[in-house]
């Protein structure tokens, strides 16, 4: 009979613990710690530069008539 009573009490209060931490945790990442006129880079850019050798060489050529 307590349980009936008790148990939703103190689930209610673990969801609602849960979900206060994840809502600090998602303010924090939407209010980063930036000073006015201040540059972040968040990531190097991809630097793939490998050429795609299976097409073949480039050849130039002139038109002849």
């Known amino acids: 009979?307590?349980?009936r009573?008790?148990?939703p009490f103190f689930l209610k209060?673990?969801?609602n613990?849960?979900?206060d931490r994840a809502n600090q945790q998602y303010q924090?990442?939407?209010q980063?710690?930036?000073k006015v006129g201040e540059t972040i880079i968040d990531k190097k850019?991809?630097?793939n530069n490998q050429s795609n050798n299976s097409v073949g060489e480039y050849v130039?050529?002139?038109e002849v008539e």
């Open 5 to 7: 009573y008790v148990l």
């Open 60 to 62: 130039d050529y002139e």
């Open 13 to 15: 209060r673990f969801i």
């Open 32 to 34: 980063p710690n930036v």
């Open 28 to 30: 924090k990442q939407q």
């Open 45 to 47: 850019p991809n630097t």
């Open 17 to 19: 613990n849960v979900q």
């Open 1 to 3: 009979m307590i349980s």
